[in-house]
């Protein structure tokens, strides 16, 4: 299997999911990924019990499989000198240094970008932030419900006017992900561009920018004309495009039509839905005639869709020259062929010796071949495998170790 990342070596200070995503993409693509968790405590996410109102099996945890599968984990106290030492030396190993801590914990850690680039000038230093590394807030933490949900906007465009209140965020470290899946891409170019030129450059992501960029659409008619766009309340539709609506079976699943452009789908799309007398109907057999005639299209495919249950339509639109949508929720993907065929699960060993886990791949996938990866690491798994790699000797780790440095 390729592994385009092969002989890149990232040096991780990070917590929680936003940049170790980045790092778990980076593993992905076959990076050496090293993880630096306290050495007490470990990753702070790790003592998560809890994620949307679900119990976590701290052995079994899926925001730390999630985002830290593929990397080696080691247990270093870098707020005290020697640990710190150890930390300058293993970075200058490495070709990448990754961090989401705050300027003020960098600064008194001494692990912001001129004490790393002390070391090892030619490193890439990428950080990850709430809402920037400039400005008035750059001091200011934040988190995927703060930064990306609510106050990028991305919460109140998905909450229904209608709603008479705030929807709060259902898929837990959501821009965490996304914003990770920039950092590795900021990082693959850098990587180019230190090749092409020698010149080793600062990257920052903020979990605020990548909300904006995935609604840049939107935030771009927000800026143009004052308004933008929100999600409707079921079962309401502005919609001038009948073939383009969420619909209801009669087992009150839900059918997403998403036609855009119906040229050429028409005949088609009618006959599918059990109405083809409509296709020769001249209030739905052009696409302008089909727009005038909207509200009375909408109310025909409605009776026609609750008619039948949701497995129906799932197996008879398969052919339907149109695009359209199952309503699936997170845990019905996992099932879904198209979803397995395209490799977008992958079993790990679990660290409790228990059955394999499963984890999502990454998005991106190189000459078709499913990657590869592990399990993440226990806190501090590879403290002694690394540091004897990079040439400490056994008498210092165990000194380090009796000082508290290292884990």
């Keep these: 299997m390729i592994k385009v990342m092969d002989g890149i070596r990232v040096l991780e200070v990070a917590q929680f999911t936003f940049v170790p995503a980045a790092g778990a993409i980076l593993a992905d693509w076959g990076a050496d990924v090293i993880k630096v968790e306290h050495p007490v405590r470990g990753d ?33 106290d870098v707020s005290t000198p020697d640990g710190q030492e150890v930390l300058y030396e293993i970075a200058k190993t490495a070709d990448v240094f990754l961090t989401n801590y705050l ?6 850690n001494k692990f912001d970008v001129e004490h790393i680039r002390a070391a090892n000038p030619n490193i890439i230093y990428a950080r990850g932030s709430a809402y920037g590394d400039k400005g008035p807030e750059r001091l200011v933490g934040g988190f995927d419900g703060t930064a990306f949900w609510t106050r990028s906007g991305v919460g109140h465009a998905l909450t229904p006017e209608g709603l008479g209140g705030a929807l709060p965020q259902g898929i837990p470290a959501f821009g965490d992900s996304i914003g990770g899946m920039n950092i590795a891409g900021g990082i693959s170019a850098a990587l180019l561009h230190r090749e092409r030129t020698g010149e080793a450059v600062e990257i920052d992501v903020s979990l605020l920018s990548t909300a904006w960029w995935a609604a840049g659409a939107s935030v771009t008619q927000g800026m143009e004309t004052g308004e933008t766009m929100r999600s409707l309340m079921p079962g309401t539709t502005t919609s001038v495009n009948p073939f383009m609506a969420n619909y209801l079976t009669s087992d009150g699943g839900t059918i997403n039509l998403c036609i855009v452009s119906p040229t050429g789908y028409i005949r088609d799309t009618w006959e599918h839905l059990g109405l083809p007398e409509l296709a020769d109907d001249p209030r739905f057999s052009d696409v302008l005639p089909l727009i005038q005639n909207a509200e009375a299209g909408v109310q025909l495919i409605t009776e ?47 660290a409790d010796g228990g059955a394999p886990f499963k984890v999502v791949r990454g998005p991106v996938q190189f000459n078709h071949e499913p990657l590869e990866t592990t399990r993440a690491p226990q806190a501090s798994e590879h403290t002694e495998i690394v540091l004897m790699e990079i040439g400490i000797d056994w008498d210092r780790i165990e000194a380090l170790k009796e000082s508290g440095a290292i884990a």
């Design 304 to 350: 026609a869709i609750a008619s039948k249950p949701f497995d129906y339509w799932r197996q008879h639109l398969k052919t339907m020259k149109g695009q359209w949508a199952p309503f699936q929720s997170l845990v019905d993907l996992a099932s879904d062929e198209q979803a397995i065929a395209n490799d977008m699960i992958v079993e790990v060993e679990a």
């Design 103 to 108: 300027p003020a914990q960098r600064q008194k």
């Design 44 to 76: 702070t996410q790790r003592g998560f019990i809890n994620m949307g109102g679900f119990q976590l099996d701290p052995n079994r945890h899926p925001l730390i499989e999630h985002p830290n599968r593929g990397k080696r984990s080691v247990g270093i």
